[in-house]
């Protein structure tokens, strides 16, 4: 199903919240994220900066929402993990990024290093 015809808005013309609207409307028909983008008015990055702005961070979806499930269960376990516990997401840093987001969050903090140099994490204990 594909996003219904809109009107394409122009930057200036609408305000961080209503933005926010309508990414969230655009993505509710499955539009991609590059798509949405140009549709606002916007590059990828511009597009991104006004979200986290306007405190809104778009859910993961496909490969990227994979791999935060499994970093959710992660958690969830209080097991110590690597990033190789997890699938890869949609990009070569996805992961990465999903790891240091948890981590600025205090949802989990390194407790070390594996045989092969990667972080060893683990859940933060409420």
Known sequence: MSAPTRQRFERAALTPTEIVDEYKWLASFGTPHGRIA????????????????????????????VAAAVLEELIASGREFTCTAIPDGSTERSVTVMLQVANKRGRIRSVGKDTFGNTVWQAVSA
């Open 38 to 65: 140009a549709r606002l008015g916007y590059t990828v990055a511009a597009l991104d900066t006004v979200l986290r702005r306007a405190g809104y961070t778009p859910p993961p979806t496909g490969p990227d929402a």
